[in-house]
């Protein structure tokens, strides 16, 4: 991957279908099939605390039917699930998400979303297996809940970069306070992300890409 493409590339890709910005059909084969072009496939994982959005954002830019393992919340795992500030939250992911985006002509995207709650732990392993980075997504009116996801990314040695899903309710902070809450790297992207919206989590995935080419370059030289 020499450089990423921009959103506007991805949204002209011709592995991109027209529903991604419009409401034009699009014929089965458009969505399934690769682009001829395709040569970069990534692993990326879309991680981060329960609720946080996840499922959200792989619905807003894959370009195929996503993947869902869904269930509904009961009253038993409400006692060990952590509902503070999601408790209009009525399922969870309960092993993965998966979704594919083209970036360009050449770069796609397989996009694995984790669970959020510590008892499906067992599985990051296996989940993150091949991947190549990770874009944690952190909802800031519950920083504090991000902490261990961000531990578990840290720990498996992954390249990540951080997109800050916007609430309307949620407080407004400066970056500099959010890295030193976050504990992040200088150079750990940190972007401001609507998971609802496809172009900015196009962006968000695009700081992520940008951040994994930069840092291959020196290994490369």
Known sequence: MASAPSSSDRMHSPGVPPSATTSAPVAPDEVNHLPDSARELVKILVTGPFGVGKTTLIDSV?????????????EVSARVDDLAGVRDKSTTTVAIDFGRVSLGD???????????????R???DDIAYGALGALVLVDTR???ASFDVLGLVEESGLPYAVALNTFPDAKQYTEEQLRRSLDLEPDTPL????????????DSLLALVQHLIDRMAPEAQ
């Open 122 to 124: 067992p599985l990051w």
């Open 62 to 74: 894959s370009e195929i039917r996503p993947l869902h393992t869904e269930e509904h919340l009961t």
């Open 106 to 120: 050449s770069v796609v995207l397989y996009l694995f979303g984790t669970p959020g709650q510590e008892r499906f």
């Open 142 to 144: 519950r920083i504090d």
């Open 191 to 202: 972007v401001t992300c609507d998971a609802r919206d496809t172009n900015s989590s196009v």
